[in-house]
């Protein structure tokens, strides 16, 4: 899938869609690790998932992410079980564009934290990122996550989000 839903039947719920920077996933080459990104958040309202998007800033190994949708622990910074998944197909023609992981059949609650998990261990993508800072962070109610194959625990980042919307049935 790419680009925006063009479903006049959804809405985005959560966005943050500045992207000041990257944000990189997939096998490095260079230390033939397989990094994985994540991103939390807070679902604002009761709600259908429909889809989650992601601003693809660069492609430099084409292949399939995988991204996988969880619930989260603020308290114990900890990520559930997978609630869903889907995978979608990353070419170089899709620098500058989001793409869109369809994850339908998903109900969010309200003021409950989620999270999802982008990976791959055949490509390398630049995913949109922004950097905020204490007085203005990127989004208020989510952190971006970074893991390895060898560090399933992730490290996350207050001051970091990756470009994302999720998408709900309006």
């Not at 559930?80 to 564009?97: H, Q, T, Y």
């Amino acid at each position: 899938m790419n680009s925006k839903i063009n479903n006049p039947l959804t809405r985005a719920v959560v966005e943050q869609i500045t992207n000041n920077t990257i944000s990189w996933i997939g096998h490095q080459k260079i230390d033939n690790k397989d990094v994985i990104g994540g991103q939390t958040f807070i679902a604002p309202a009761e709600a259908d998932l429909e889809a989650i998007e992601v601003f693809t800033s660069i492609v430099t190994t084409p292949g399939s992410v995988l991204m996988t949708m969880h619930s989260f622990d603020s308290q114990l910074k900890s990520w559930g079980p997978v609630l869903g998944s889907a995978s979608v197909d990353f070419n170089k023609v899709d620098n500058g564009k989001w793409k869109t992981f369809k994850i339908s059949g998903l109900h969010l609650n309200k003021g409950k934290t989620y999270g999802f998990r982008l990976e791959s261990p055949n490509s390398y993508i630049g995913v949109g990122e922004t950097v905020g800072s204490y007085p203005t962070p990127p989004l208020f109610n989510g952190q971006e996550w970074r893991f390895t194959k060898n560090d399933e625990k992730g490290h996350s980042f207050s001051y970091f989000s990756l470009a994302f919307k999720v998408d709900v049935r309006a």
